[in-house]
């Protein structure tokens, strides 16, 4: 019983960590104060370390490589794809009828369009710019499982060489990787500084997920803190920027900057776990991959709801570039819309596609049961 009540406490928790993570995403792609506000420890110091980290505490070694593939096709390279897809068609429609710069991302035939995708870091896609970290994600999560299968099998270890091996990766790549891409502008580099990172604060998840609530405590919460508000003061910590590679404070400072926002973060989702159940936080952790890929089409939507309300003209703002509409009156919607639309429009997925699936099993049945 005990056992069952720790697991659903962990299970808590780690949605909680995932909801708070996702609700930095929506502030970070907010323009100027909401990032402000957040002034000591602002998202781009953790926000994508973070998913990282939580993804880390939740894997599981051993599984065969066919299953692995079999779930990074379906969940991240098929869902990448459809969705850069189907927002790549929206984003040509709001372009044509609103006079939007949103670059057109389906430009060409398939190679073209694969190809530019890659070389732009899928930043050509305006609307769905963080695909980037599921393509990255994927990766990660193939190697781990790859990399703790030869270690279990070569050494009769799966853990901590693993983990040595990603940490030592991470910092190198951290140290050398950044200006070596600023240089060559070659995506590949910027794709394995990318994985590398990820895969060190993935590995630091799995270090840290037997003993999490353990390791969170109070006096962890006011150190990493405190340690934020000193760099940020100091003037040697700053937001950095994982897509793209660039560290400017850093291979310490940094990583520093990234780990104490990461203990901040789980120390408040293991408060809220520990002290309340919440349905609607819960459903927004669970749903984040959803909130991440469809939040910026959220923004766009507002923005064309706000313009036709005679606020702004949305064709001239977004003359240069599409950017969300700048306005501190409309920021809490923004926030709001960011986070719920998304997590509506999953729940309504879910249970057609469950309706869809029970339907064709019922029919199944039904034909089984008649045939002779």
Same mark, same amino acid.
């Given at each position: 019983m005990t056992n069952n009540i720790e697991k659903e406490r962990f299970s808590l928790f780690v949605d909680y960590s995932k909801a708070i993570g996702i609700l930095a995403v929506i502030l970070g792609h907010l323009p100027n104060v909401p990032m402000l506000t957040f002034n000591f420890i602002t998202p781009y110091m953790y926000h994508m370390p973070l998913f990282f980290f939580i993804g880390g505490m939740l894997f599981r070694p051993g599984k065969k490589l066919t299953h692995v593939l079999k779930k990074v096709f379906t969940q991240y390279v098929l869902y990448t794809v459809v969705t850069y897809v189907i927002i790549g068609l929206i984003s040509n429609f709001a372009a044509s009828q609103f006079g939007l710069n949103l670059s057109n991302p389906l430009f060409g035939d398939i190679s073209n369009i694969i190809k530019k995708a890659f070389l732009s870091n899928m930043h050509n896609n305006k609307l769905f710019m963080v695909a980037w970290f599921l393509v990255a994600y994927a990766i990660v999560y193939v190697l781990t499982n790859i990399i703790t299968t030869l270690t279990t099998r070569i050494f009769k270890e799966d853990k901590f060489i693993y983990i040595a091996i990603s940490i030592v990766l991470g910092l190198l790549a951290v140290a050398y990787l950044p200006q070596l891409y600023a240089s060559t502008k070659m995506q590949s580099l910027n794709l394995l500084c990318q994985v590398l990172v990820g895969m060190m604060f993935y590995s630091l998840g799995y270090l840290l997920k037997d003993n999490t609530f353990k390791f969170l405590t109070i006096y962890g919460f006011i150190i990493s803190f405190s340690i934020v508000v000193f760099l940020v003061k100091l003037g040697v910590l700053s937001m950095f920027f994982m897509s793209w590679s660039k560290y400017p404070n850093g291979v310490m400072v940094s990583m520093t900057g990234a780990f104490c926002g990461i203990y901040c973060i789980l120390y408040l989702a293991k408060l809220l776990a520990c002290t309340e159940y919440n349905n609607l936080i819960r459903l927004i952790g669970s749903s984040s991959k959803s909130i991440m890929s469809w939040h910026m089409l959220t923004f766009l939507c507002l923005d064309i709801i706000i313009s036709k309300m005679g606020y702004f003209d949305i064709s001239k703002y977004n003359r240069a570039g599409y950017k969300s509409y700048n306005n501190?009156?409309?920021?809490?919607? &923004? !926030?709001?819309?960011?986070?719920? @639309?998304?997590?509506?429009? +999953? %729940? @309504? &997925? %879910?249970? !057609? *596609?469950? !309706?869809?699936? *029970?339907? !064709?099993? +019922?029919?199944s049945n039904q034909r089984q049961q008649t045939s002779p």
């Open positions: 501190p009156n409309f920021w809490l919607l &923004y !926030i709001f819309a960011g986070l719920l @639309v998304p997590l509506a429009f +999953s %729940q @309504v &997925y %879910q249970l !057609i *596609r469950k !309706i869809i699936m *029970r339907t !064709i099993l +019922s029919i």
